[in-house]
């Protein structure tokens, strides 16, 4: 089975505003991700810019099929 993290985010903007999320969902690669590396993917994923600040909460690993065809970016 495959692992996705399942979690709750906060992102303020460098130049202002901010971006929410909850039971916000990623492939990844393995059972275990740290708060910052999390923190780094969803930025990369989204292609966000000019990012400040990130917080990540509520962090859960769930065992469920990866929905990209493609695979997981490392």
Known sequence: MQHRVLFDFEIAFSNGGGLRGWDFRLDIPGAYIDEDALARH????????????????????IQEAHKRAAGVAA
């Not at 994923?45 to 690993?61: A, C, S």
Request: proline share 0%.
């Open 42 to 61: 969803v930025v990369e994923d989204l292609r966000l810019l000019m990012v400040g600040q990130v917080r990540v909460e509520n962090v859960r690993i």
